[in-house]
């Protein structure tokens, strides 16, 4: 693949200080099922870093997998679970959490946030509803951080669902997988302490964020989910080879790697916006963190698929197209001037 | 982990020539989810090596994950899943195969293999059964190669048995988590095209053979499951960065390595058998892979267990253990002998 | 129970000619399971009122479990079923689809009913997704008749429906709760032969339509469905002892009761329409089957709880209350009398 | 079906007394979902039977229905459930439990009996094995009273059988299909009260027990279940007319009408069994309730099936063939005497 990629921001694999680690730990024989040395280092250091010392940490493969667990774990057989419209587990999961039997109750969003006002009147609606024992009864809110749209819950958003899911006795539950991305963006203000106390459940992403593979699932307070390595062994979740992925965690939590990914990401976002901006190129929204999203005429969009993989993002009404481009910790600084350039070249095609 | 170490084969990360691969590719940029062209490399050389051109191959990232997925997609919903009572899907997967809906119907067997005769035998009394609209129908066979015994089917084992499934028009299907060390036993006259000429489905065990994690769905003939790149996704198995198991079949299935390390691990357990025979240690079973059951008196276990880590395996009637040893791609002579020398110092214990 | 009743159509026993019916065979001995010879005298009436000679029928016993058995049965793993987001299976059936592994992909309606034009937009939308692989495949299509605001499909629509449908090769199912009072409604063009050609299942309610309790799924096309009998056995929904219901459904067709069921449940239903018009009271929609949505004041809430049983519909966002009155073969015109009278005391309270 | 009908316990519609209930309330207006008087008045006197003020009681249309819903409900997801290999849900459910998501354990068994000491092995050396993450953990454990070949738990064996589960902390659950033909057992000294001493979730069978159809569902401590209402709603098995199944009940639960049942078919088995034993007819096991298992040669069986409906049970190994009779409420002494002559007439076919 010669060309331009922005497509999506798990396209390279590891970060180099990853791939060192790695290297250097290959043929130490550990046990299995992350019971291991190295996954217990890491796992350590995430508690650090999430200042949450009673903490449970289980290193997964993927997002949806992680997703799938954590919510199915989460939930009663009779819940169903509160998302943005626009969440990840809404759509584009292919239905893993109904194939593990729970409704997504989708609800309005702004930038792909849920509100905090959002969730309490649908709880209360739910309560005064006197048909409710034939209802999915809403038994937690999943949010991402950032979100789908790039766009980030700021402390006192975050503060307010948490206060009103702990008002209802349902968990909160944090979707990171681009989380670096959050945590490197200069708007940021939820950090991983923050995250930590204010959600019951969340996932630190590898995938997205300079590992190989794999994710963090991190539950605060001890116990949160009982039996929860069983059940990921019983989802197939569970790998035999743990340490790979607790190796990884360990490079990311050491001297600062996983928020310097992120710094390096958002930056070359920046850099996207800055030039799109100059050249008078639309975004759909004003999100800060690694994804942009351009909106292109027909005749731009035809030009420029030909000059760099961008993911299709939707169709506007007015006939429009919006492109999502995603910047990550492997983005070179030569390939986003390539990219502007060709941008600036059809700046003026209509 | 300082110790000797033979409790499994899938202690270490990967072989040399694998981490050589994904190092040299690291930073390429690649498109997601297996889409790329190192992973349509890999496949090419898996439908080669099978001889299986029009073979549909995956890459999951574990085989509890592989096992439920490919089951789950293959049987019907009023079906089951035929096995022999040993069989891995029976008991260690906790419960994944009826997680996603279908019954283990388990059956006796002869070393960890399932005879032709008894599936014939079970099939023909189901058919016979007047309520058997109210069963589970048989709807699939189960086996590993080699089993979890370590003992292997021979070619005229598994054509009968494909031939009882065949008559019946049910799939049959081989778990390979430990392919290579079948591929690599002098005693082993199953090659690559003959599974792929005799199975519906069977996949190429990477996480216990050399790779970091990653085993190979194949289904010799195309569309075999349709929908398995959603289902797999719906599932969480699906990688988002499919390339880096590409990456490592790849480089298993280049100058002949899988087979390699195959060799490799079942010289070293034959070299363990061989040193039990010279000190008159026993062994549960005469198998000829990479796994050694060796039977211990109480006194002969305390001792070596807190020698070398080995995995336990059952209690005998007769109130001795048997153990399970492992060998595999990283196992190392100088560990070789100092286990025997282990065995050797307490062959008197009884 | 001695207040005037409204609050559903699944309030009394069962019409006195089906009870007199399952007091005839009371103790005729018969095979278990549907398989006996009232059951298929049943069948039989059944195809020969759908015309379709070839039809499956089969009877469960109620609709949550018909809608979850067809649907899951008529899905693939990977499929979800559009519905109208006011059907039955969006809301008020306690996630029984999802908890069968499917997701219900709601749709916008008009007056309850799903149009044509919806659907085929939401299938040219998939199918020109460039990530449809990741997304759940919209597999059939599921409608009311009537739907859950009383509402009916006209022949044209169903047609459209049906041809959207087939164009794209997925099947329509039609969930018959109230389907009596839909064929016995003078508004309604669509007779049960129509239903056989257009839908692809659908069921026949006998719950709400003189039964004690019972469904008639029916598939005109024999084998739509491989195994359903083993399907619904291990769904639960397998009666032993089948000719309960074999027998009333012999009943309800036999000499136009199942119409004339629907007929006088409808005739009471415009005889409260007609009141509530004289004496000023709004209705929410105008739909001319069995259920009646008035709209009251808060103070005519008040009262009219305490007069008669309703059931609670929605609040409007000017803080009226929608109720529903259900009419149905039990519903006598002196309780009709009674509730109109209850209307007309409290129509001028605002 | 005019011939002599043993084939089971399920062949008639209700008994009288429950008839004349039905009728009596055919026409009363009622609340749905068993929150009705009705319902609440059976509930109330099935409470008081069973000396358990406290217990939640519903009522579920069939038996397969109630295993897979309290099975369902009193599991987690990483357990399975104990039952004797010859359990109802081992087999004949069509895997009904499995596709609820969860693995039935099989346990030898004495004709048809879990054994406290088979109970506590299994869970001793569950707790020992050191891969128990990996393994389906033993949640609960299911029997039969009367088991499916018709013998009984002493109360001495069920006390220790709930002794072992409360030691272990999992509830025993019992299926009482044809529970009214134990109560009715002249054997027989475990009564109602007992039940719900020892067990933690039971069910009263009605469909085999004179009712038209229904199960009442029995959790002797109250909240037991969470959300049992929902759950059961989820699963298709919430009848709307919930009072259809609640007066069937009353009037089983009125003047001993229960017990009248069994004790009528417990009386019929007996004079089968001392017909058959006259002459000289063996039986499989020497069973005290309303089920009879003859042994015949091929040529009686071929006789004796064109005489009456019976069921075929298994073949012997030395070919002879065990059949089952069942007896019920509605077993005529004139049904009797001809099925005993028949047997008499080919008493010395070999």
Same mark, same amino acid.
């Given at each position: 693949m010669n060309r331009l990629f922005f +497509?999506?921001?798990? +396209?390279?694999?590891?970060?180099p200080e990853v791939l060192k680690r790695l290297t250097e730990t290959n043929l130490v024989r550990s046990a299995g099922y992350g019971l291991d040395e190295l996954s217990e280092s890491a796992r350590e250091k995430i508690r650090q870093a999430c200042r949450a010392p009673e903490a449970d940490v289980f290193f997964l493969s993927g997002g949806t997998q992680t997703n799938a667990a954590v919510i199915g774990c989460l939930l009663k057989p009779w819940q169903g679970v509160l998302s943005a419209a626009t969440g990840h587990i809404c759509g584009h999961e292919a239905g893993a959490i109904e194939a593990g039997g729970h409704k997504v109750l989708p609800l309005p969003h702004r930038e792909g946030r849920l509100e905090a006002e959002t969730v309490r009147n649908f709880l209360e609606r739910f309560r005064a509803d006197e048909s409710r024992d034939h209802l999915v009864e809403p038994g937690m809110v999943y949010i991402s951080q950032p979100t789908e749209y790039g766009t980030l819950y700021s402390l006192r958003e975050l503060t307010e669902l948490s206060g009103v899911c702990r008002e209802a006795g349902i968990p909160l539950y944090a979707d990171g997988a681009r989380l670096a991305y959050a945590l490197g963006c200069p708007a940021n203000d939820v950090t991983l302490p923050d995250l930590a106390r204010l959600c019951d459940a969340f996932y630190i992403g590898g995938t997205k964020c300079g590992a190989l593979f794999g994710e963090a699932a991190v539950f605060p307070r001890r116990g949160t989910v009982p039996h929860f390595f069983t059940m990921i062994k019983q989802r197939g979740a569970l790998l035999a080879k743990g340490f790979v992925a607790g190796v990884q965690f360990e490079a990311l939590f050491t001297d600062g790697l996983y928020e310097r990914i992120g710094r390096h990401g958002v930056a070359a976002a920046d850099r996207i916006r800055a030039g799109l901006a100059a050249c008078g190129c639309p975004l759909l929204l004003n999100a800060p963190t690694n994804q942009v999203f351009p909106v292109l005429s027909p005749a731009q969009e035809e030009v420029l698929r030909g000059e760099a993989e961008m993911t299709f993002w939707e169709t506007l009404e007015d006939g429009r197209t919006v492109m999502r481009l995603a910047a990550d910790w492997a983005t070179r600084d030569e390939d986003v001037d390539l990219l502007l350039e060709a941008f600036r070249r059809c700046a003026d095609l209509r």
């Open positions: +497509a999506s921001d798990y +396209a390279s694999g590891c970060h």
